[in-house]
């Protein structure tokens, strides 16, 4: 494997989707796994110690007829491709390069593709150049004096690639030279009354780069009224703003020396602190911070640090965002502003040594959260139900050094004793795991939330293995909102984008995120009869949306006749959907 690295988080070169399948098909999936986690036969399957947690007795199980692995004891689980990803901590396109050079499938790329790739990103470096040129214009005056009256040197927006488009930029330059494909696929044009015309209008543009350095898209930021503030490229080929993080082309060096990362809130953030020195903060694209970015992050260094505002905003953002760290394994440190101060204001104020000063101050993001449930605790029952919340959390947590940690906080926090608490925690990690194995053994019978997820999670996967017309159909009139778990939507929304865009449905299940959540039901062999499961869930799904639906009117109608005929009717589909689903239980 020596030089075969390359981290690449956008992947100008498309691998086809046809190479991904014949890559599955030619990978012994046991060959592959057993090559670093030694497997013993068991039944059907093989089992070995997981490599993804620590464990005495074997409960990672690999299938090698299905092409899946799943841990029934931390819940990993997914194909080759994701096996390998979460493994070595290679990137998608890294992982199947990986395995098309072990079973010997030469990737040739899709050339069209490819060529389009190349002429977006030379598209995204002329119109750089010309924004650049427009800045220091007379039409890019007022823009140039916003920019300085925020105390933006030349210097910084030199080194920033900083520029502006005014209204109505003439685009016949660049349909000479383009591709109309290109340039509607660069998503930065749009078709007009009298022609193409650039959808950034009289805006600040920043570049925005890749992990290479490649630019692949633009925020346009308003000088005037003009709503949005910001304006970021349209999702494209080269750009899925679920995986950029701004400036992590530059701050990737930073990376290697120091010890952690910087995520703030805006670009200009990001330019400000780099000017003061801080070359290791990048910024999301709007969006708060996915399991991808911090994969991403992950590769380059050991600590994440997450900037946020000092006010009850940044407060919840910060707590919003612990569930996604929890999801990687990951374990960051917030770090408040004081309120009403931006990095800006901040670093104008009280320089480089504060803005250190105040880093030092920084919390640990699960004990933050501790922190702020137990503050909202009025009383002693509401304490023990975040308590509760909390611990909940804590038996996810994969190290039993951190666990140990954490454990030891949180007693001394609630004031409750430590043994009782470490039992506690070891029971609910027992009963999770025990519900995993129940599950496993009789398709599930567990309580009322888990029977929804469950059957949520079921529609889904056999979504992913049925033939993609019948999938189709199975999708009409359910929409990701009628999910209750919030996860499960999720996943849906990027199955039905799949299913309706004709992609393949192995990238999306070669997704490690994706993989885990789906690989119980994939390995196992309670669902041959896909197309009746898939039915059987839909059905609940879609009585639980109605019920659900009926819920919210009985509770917003005043009309007391109203209420009574929707209850009535309540009842009515209640007692139907019992009908329907009961012979099969
Ligand atoms: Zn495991």
């Excluded at 009117?553 to 109203?562: A, L, R």
Aim: aromatic residues 10%; neutral net charge; charged residues 30%.
């Amino acid at each position: 494997m020596n030089g075969f690295f390359c981290a690449t988080e956008v992947e100008p070169l498309k691998i086809p989707d046809t190479k991904i399948d014949e890559i599955l098909e030619q990978t012994d999936i046991y060959q592959l796994i057993d090559e670093v986690v030694p497997l013993k036969k068991a039944g059907n399957s093989f089992k070995g110690l997981c490599p993804f947690h620590t464990e005495k007795t074997p409960s990672f199980n690999v299938h090698p007829d299905k092409g899946y692995f799943h841990c029934f004891g931390c819940g990993e689980g997914g194909n080759s491709i994701s096996f390998v990803m979460k493994y070595h901590n290679f990137a998608f396109p890294d992982a199947v390069r990986f395995l098309g050079e072990r079973c010997g499938v030469t990737i040739e790329y899709d050339q069209n593709a490819s060529q389009d790739a190349k002429d977006i990103v030379a598209l995204h470096d002329e119109l750089t150049i010309d924004s650049r040129k427009f800045l220091y214009s007379q039409e890019g005056k007022t823009a140039l004096n916003y920019l300085y009256k925020r105390s933006f040197t030349d210097k910084l927006l030199e080194e920033f690639l900083v520029g502006y488009f005014p209204a109505n930029v003439d685009t016949s330059k660049y349909v000479r030279k383009y591709d109309k494909s290109v340039l509607i696929n660069s998503g930065l044009f749009k078709e007009g009354k009298y022609g193409l015309r650039l959808m950034f209008y009289d805006r600040v543009m920043i570049p925005v780069k890749g992990v290479t350095g490649k630019t692949i898209a633009f925020s346009g930021r308003t000088i005037s009224d003009q709503q949005p503030k910001y304006i970021n490229s349209p999702e494209t080929e080269v750009f899925k703003k679920r995986r950029v993080l701004y400036n992590m082309d530059k701050a990737k060096q930073f990376l290697r020396k120091s010890e952690f990362a910087m995520v703030v809130e805006g670009y200009f953030d990001v330019m400000r602190l780099s000017e003061y020195g801080f070359g290791n903060c990048v910024a999301s694209m709007g969006t708060s911070l996915t399991s991808e970015h911090i994969s991403l992050l992950r590769r380059y260094t050991g600590d994440i640090y997450m900037l946020f505002d000092g006010d009850q905003a940044g407060y919840n953002s910060a707590l919003k965002s612990l569930e996604t760290f929890l999801m990687t394994d990951t374990f960051p440190y917030v770090v408040f502003l004081p309120e009403g101060e931006d990095p800006d204001s901040f670093l104008a104020k009280h320089g480089k040594d504060g803005f250190e000063q105040m880093l030092g101050e920084k919390k640990d993001l699960f004990l933050f959260a501790a922190e702020a449930l137990l503050k909202k605790s009025k009383d002693f029952n509401a304490k023990l139900r975040s308590l509760d919340k909390i611990k909940n959390l804590l038996v996810s947590v994969k190290s039993p050094y951190r666990k140990d940690h954490y454990a030891a906080k949180l007693s001394a926090m609630y004031q409750v004793d430590e043994n009782t608490l470490r039992k506690d925690i070891d029971i609910s990690a027992a009963k999770t795991t025990l519900r995993r194995t129940e599950y496993s053994a009789q398709n599930g019978k567990t309580g009322n939330r888990s029977m929804t997820y469950f059957c949520e999670r079921d529609f889904v996967a056999a979504l992913v293995q049925l033939p993609e017309d019948v999938s189709l159909m199975m999708t009409e009139n359910i929409l990701p909102e009628y999910f209750n778990d919030r996860k499960m939507s999720e996943i849906y929304k990027k199955v039905l984008e799949v299913l309706e865009n004709g992609d393949n449905i192995n990238v999306l299940l070669s997704t490690p995120d994706i993989a885990k959540e789906l690989s119980p039901v994939l390995v196992s062999d309670l669902n041959s009869d896909l197309y009746r499961t898939a039915a059987a869930s839909r059905e609940k799904i879609l009585a639980n949306s109605i019920r659900e639906s009926m819920n919210r009117k009985i509770k917003d109608t005043s009309d007391m006749g109203e209420k009574r005929r929707l209850l009535i009717e309540k009842f009515r589909v209640k007692k139907q959907s019992q009908e329907k689903t009961e012979p099969e239980d």
